[in-house]
């Protein structure tokens, strides 16, 4: 089973920067898209910015022009560059990859998995 880790949470400073990485267990055929998403104390996760296998990139409003989303060498691995950051983007961050295919097998019989969630990483943002 294909799991997702993420990496790269912490304690930061308003006004700071921080880079998540996510990576996924095992060797990956193709991914249809990638994301970030957060849940704050007391809130419902919300998406943060997502990327498609092309490269087509999407972001919440809040995060528009601060944030980053990018996919590594290896197709399996995607970033999270965040900068300029604030205490309100203080939230547990998860990954989540769609439409998984870990052979050309797979592709060629429709065999994929749907969806897959990290365990997340708890970003802080304080002074």
């Known amino acids: 089973q294909v799991q997702l880790v993420e990496s790269g949470g912490g304690l930061v400073q308003p006004g700071g920067s921080l880079r998540l990485a996510c990576a996924a267990s095992?060797?990956?055929?193709?991914?249809?898209?990638m994301g970030w998403y957060r849940q704050a104390p007391g809130k419902q996760r919300e998406l943060v910015a997502t990327?498609?296998?092309?490269?087509?990139?999407n972001y919440a409003d809040s995060v528009e022009g601060r944030f980053t989303i990018s996919i590594g060498n290896a197709k399996n691995t995607v970033y999270l560059q965040m900068n300029g950051l604030k205490p309100e983007d203080t939230a547990v961050y998860y990954c989540?990859?769609?439409?998984?295919?870990?052979?050309?097998?797979?592709?060629?019989?429709?065999?994929?998995?749907?969806?897959?969630w990290g365990q997340g990483t708890l970003v802080t943002v304080s002074s």
């Open positions: 989540n990859a769609q439409r998984i295919a870990t052979t050309f097998a797979d592709v060629v019989k429709d065999r994929y998995i749907a969806e897959v």
């Open positions: 095992e060797r990956i055929f193709s991914i249809n898209a």
């Open positions: 990327i498609t296998s092309r490269g087509a990139t």
